[in-house]
């Protein structure tokens, strides 16, 4: 193996190392969003996994299940937009050096 592709292979090994380590510390990292003007807020962590949920009780009325849901499915939905976007960034920190786009990357 020549000593330019050894060194090479050596950066590929750091970055995803790298890349290992900010996913790790996106996984702890969360991101809240809300609808209804705050009657259902969604925390969303930097792995796209929804980690916790609160609802206003003035907001659940048996008789408008399908508004609850709706609030529900958005504050989720902008949780989710939010998280990705924090996971962009933070990878895209990572990559500037680079001077590369990583498709797919987040």
Known sequence: MSRQLGNILKQAQKMQEKMAEVQRELASKTCEASSGGG?????????????????????????DVDMLQDLVVAAVSEGIRRSKQMASDEM???????????????
């Open 92 to 106: 895209g920190k990572l990559t500037a050096g680079l001077g590369v786009n990583i498709p797919g990357l987040f």
């Open 39 to 63: 009657m259902v807020t969604a925390v969303v962590n930097g792995a796209q996994e929804l980690v916790g949920i609160t609802i206003d009780k003035s907001v659940v009325d048996p008789n």
